[in-house]
């Protein structure tokens, strides 16, 4: 793509033009979006630079010379004493009201440009900016030695290595001329004490915020608002320290960006002690949805009971309604609810607790196999057990056969046994047979007498019937 032929070309910082550096951000957290920098004569409006140094230290300087500086270039600048080297961030008309806002009313507050930097200048200034940080904590440990209630943050060296500021953070007053004197001492330069706050702190040392973004300090926010606990009571957020405050350890300043909308939204509203009087009750505050204008009613004024939610409109209804002694019937127009505005964000409806199902339908899972392993041990258990039963009965029944083929043999030895015992003689039977025709003799004669008895019951019976006759 040819792009020198483009109507608004980006550039490096080299040429005019829609330059990238008035977009991007030039040196950390006091970037300003030069909006002016494709107008054609802006930089020859006026013959002012801001220039910026380490962090939030920004300076305002006269280009008498008529140097071509555009955003980005390293310019060397009168300083007191010596001389500062820093990089020119904004140039043209936006200048004049940077000074406006930065309260600059003597004109010896603004002092001079001498040059653009050369290499002796970068040399002198890495190395003084490679002094940095053994000095601040070198200087820690001379405050804790002598017993001061301070805390160095940071420390800054001029361009050419002759002074030193030194940015301290402390609760009360604190007396420094001693260390001062000892920093003097030790370091060989000018010392220069500056007071800073604990969001200046945080804007110099940086972060990520709970927003998962950049911290607003060490990006853009260059004047800092004092916040107080009303811009949450506006907003209607709980006062958890944990959760207001900030990295620096104080309110967090993004409370203070929607505090005019909630505080416009909030004068639509009825006032919190208004009483509803319809024919089912009465009814009180009990929450409040400021931006959507809902509002909350209960019938109990501590507790949520019967809870119904109404638009603000509908609540000024009622209001005007029990002031001419009127109550509707219920508190919902028409005896419709009307509908809940749906949220655009898509969490609104999420369960929190859906990584805890999760979890918990992995621990039934876990059960539910261990459950079936258990149950097929015990079917491998059993039928291991009816093997084994089924092997023992085929083994009785082989035994049983075994032993019904040792009958045929018993039967044998019994024949051979009573063939083996001795057997009576012939005389003896002969015997055995007369005392059975005996007893057999003796049993018909028995069977006679009897016969005989019996015929004389019948002669005697005859008797009897024949005795009428004759009389």
Same mark, same amino acid.
């Given at each position: 793509?040819?792009?020198?032929?483009?109507?608004?070309?980006? !550039?490096?910082?080299?040429?005019?033009?829609?330059?990238?550096?008035?977009?991007? =951000?030039?040196?950390?957290?006091?970037?300003?979006?030069?909006?002016?920098?494709?107008?054609?004569?802006?930089?020859?409006?006026?013959?002012?630079?801001?220039?910026?140094?380490?962090?939030?230290?920004?300076?305002?300087?006269?280009?008498?010379?008529?140097?071509?500086?555009?955003?980005?270039?390293?310019?060397?600048?009168?300083?007191?004493?010596?001389?500062? /080297?820093?990089?020119?961030?904004?140039?043209?008309?936006?200048?004049?009201?940077?000074?406006?806002?930065?309260?600059? =009313?003597?004109?010896?507050?603004?002092?001079?440009?001498?040059?653009?930097? %050369?290499?002796?200048?970068?040399?002198?200034?890495?190395?003084?900016?490679?002094?940095?940080?053994?000095?601040?904590?070198?200087?820690?440990?001379?405050?804790?030695? +002598?017993?001061?209630?301070?805390?160095?943050?940071?420390?800054?060296?001029?361009?050419?290595?002759?002074?030193?500021?030194?940015?301290?953070?402390?609760?009360?007053?604190?007396?420094?001329?001693?260390?001062?004197?000892?920093?003097?001492?030790? !370091?060989?330069?000018?010392?220069?004490?500056?007071? /800073?706050?604990?969001?200046? #702190? @945080?804007?110099?040392?940086?972060?990520?915020?709970?927003?998962?973004?950049?911290?607003?300090c060490a990006t853009w926010m260059k004047n800092f608002v004092s916040?107080?606990?009303?811009?949450a009571r506006f907003q209607d957020i709980s006062l958890n320290p944990?959760?207001?405050?900030?990295?620096?350890?104080? +309110?967090?300043?993004?409370?203070?960006?929607?505090?005019?909308?909630?505080?416009?939204?909030?004068?639509k509203l009825p006032p919190k002690d208004a009483l509803l009087q319809?024919?089912?009750?009465?009814?009180?505050? !009990?929450?409040?949805?400021?931006?959507?204008? +809902?509002?909350?009613?209960?019938?109990? *004024?501590? +507790?949520?009971?019967?809870?119904?939610?109404?638009?603000?409109?509908?609540?000024?209804?009622?209001?005007?309604?029990?002031?001419?002694?009127?109550?509707?019937?219920?508190?919902?127009?028409?005896?419709? @609810?009307?509908?809940?505005?749906?949220?655009?964000?898509?969490?609104?409806?999420?369960?929190?607790? =859906?990584?805890?199902?999760?979890?918990?339908? %992995?621990?039934?899972?876990? =059960?539910?196999?261990?459950?079936?392993?258990?149950?097929?041990?015990?079917?491998?258990?059993?039928?291991?057990?009816?093997?084994?039963? *089924?092997?023992?009965? #085929?083994?009785?029944?082989?035994?049983?056969?075994?032993?019904?083929?040792?009958?045929?043999?018993?039967?044998?030895?019994?024949?051979?046994?009573?063939?083996?015992?001795?057997?009576?003689?012939?005389?003896?039977?002969?015997?055995? #047979?007369?005392?059975?025709?005996?007893?057999?003799? @003796?049993?018909?004669?028995?069977?006679?007498?009897?016969?005989?008895?019996?015929?004389?019951?019948?002669?005697? %019976?005859?008797?009897?019937?024949?005795?009428?006759?004759?009389?």
């Amino acid at each position: 793509m040819d792009y020198k032929n483009m109507k608004f070309r980006m !550039f490096n910082g080299c040429d005019r033009g829609l330059c990238r550096c008035a977009v991007g =951000r030039q040196d950390r957290q006091l970037n300003t979006y030069d909006w002016l920098a494709d107008v054609p004569g802006n930089a020859e409006s006026t013959d002012l630079v801001e220039v910026q140094f380490k962090n939030t230290r920004k300076g305002y300087y006269h280009n008498v010379n008529n140097l071509d500086l555009k955003k980005g270039d390293v310019v060397a600048v009168e300083a007191n004493p010596g001389h500062d /080297i820093g990089v020119v961030t904004l140039t043209g008309r936006l200048v004049k009201l940077q000074i406006k806002k930065a309260n600059l =009313r003597s004109a010896d507050d603004i002092k001079r440009i001498y040059r653009i930097a %050369k290499p002796v200048d970068f040399e002198k200034w890495d190395e003084a900016k490679s002094r940095e940080h053994g000095t601040m904590i070198q200087s820690r440990q001379i405050a804790k030695d +002598l017993g001061l209630k301070m805390k160095i943050g940071d420390v800054e060296y001029q361009g050419d290595g002759n002074k030193a500021i030194f940015y301290y953070i402390a609760d009360e007053r604190v007396d420094f001329r001693q260390l001062i004197k000892v920093l003097a001492d030790t !370091f060989h330069v000018r010392i220069e004490m500056k007071q /800073i706050g604990a969001r200046q #702190e @945080a804007g110099r040392i940086g972060g990520t915020g709970p927003c998962g973004r950049e911290l607003c300090c060490a990006t853009w926010m260059k004047n800092f608002v004092s916040v107080g606990t009303n811009a949450a009571r506006f907003q209607d957020i709980s006062l958890n320290p944990q959760k207001l405050a900030g990295m620096c350890a104080k +309110l967090k300043c993004c409370l203070n960006y929607e505090v005019d909308n909630y505080v416009e939204a909030s004068k639509k509203l009825p006032p919190k002690d208004a009483l509803l009087q319809t024919a089912d009750g009465e009814y009180h505050q !009990f929450k409040v949805d400021i931006l959507a204008g +809902l509002i909350t009613y209960s019938t109990d *004024k501590n +507790l949520a009971s019967n809870l119904e939610t109404i638009s603000a409109e509908r609540a000024w209804e009622i209001i005007k309604m029990n002031k001419a002694g009127e109550k509707p019937l219920s508190l919902i127009e028409n005896g419709k @609810a009307k509908p809940a505005p749906k949220s655009s964000d898509l969490l609104a409806e999420a369960d929190l607790s =859906r990584f805890d199902k999760a979890k918990k339908k %992995k621990k039934n899972n876990n =059960r539910q196999n261990n459950r079936k392993r258990n149950a097929q041990g015990d079917n491998r258990q059993q039928a291991d057990n009816r093997a084994e039963n *089924k092997q023992q009965g #085929e083994n009785r029944q082989d035994e049983n056969r075994q032993q019904g083929d040792n009958r045929p043999n018993r039967q044998q030895n019994n024949r051979r046994r009573n063939n083996n015992r001795p057997r009576p003689q012939q005389g003896e039977n002969n015997k055995g #047979e007369a005392n059975k025709a005996e007893t057999n003799k @003796a049993v018909a004669n028995k069977g006679e007498g009897n016969k005989g008895e019996a015929n004389k019951g019948n002669g005697n %019976k005859s008797g009897e019937n024949k005795a009428p006759n004759n009389e």
